[in-house]
């Protein structure tokens, strides 16, 4: 719980209440938030001031271990950035969408979570230098993070068929897609449900 509590008190500097930081981590309970937090204010990192009934908290941004703190809760920003740049500058054939989803995209994954990113192809067949890639990706990630890359690699026809199933992954996609190259996974499904229609 610490990590989504400190993310969210690392991206405002107004005082939340316990209950408005565990409605926006949303994760974990909210008795197990105030008790983060009730911790977090011994070591100093957070305070804690009593308001009427209730306790506002506030990232400590003089402790010595804050800009750690907000450093840590940008990377996401950072591996998105390095992913966008490889995919832009490594790739001869590039997706029509690469966005992240799962725990990573929400915001609650731990040291030992897989990053989940789902890749569509432009084209149905998989060539040799389309697998390289996608490989080397993967092999970039691990260095950058230590966590393993799992790619949901499929072509635009096939994105087509998890639309048409009702596949409830698609919904995942839906929930948590963060756009790491190409277009918006939203928009690209609003504008192929849109063009299946037509014909």
Known sequence: MDAPVLAILARTTKPLTGR?????????????????LRR???????TATEVGPS????????????????????????????MRETIDHDWTEKPLTASLFGSVARGDGGMGSDIDLLVVRPVDEIHPHWEQQVGSLSEWVHRWTGN?????????????AHFAADEPIVNDWLRDCITVYGQDFRQLRNRLMRRGTEQ
């Open 20 to 36: 408005q930081i565990h409605l926006l981590a949303a994760s974990g309970s909210e008795s197990g938030t105030r008790r983060v």
């Open 40 to 46: 977090l204010s011994t070591t100093g990192l957070v």
């Open 55 to 82: 306790t506002q908290y506030l990232l400590n941004r003089e402790h010595l271990a804050a800009d750690a703190v907000i450093e840590l809760v940008d990377l996401r920003g950072k591996l998105i950035d390095r």
């Open 148 to 160: 393993h890359l799992q790619v949901y690699d499929v072509s635009r026809a096939e994105l087509l």
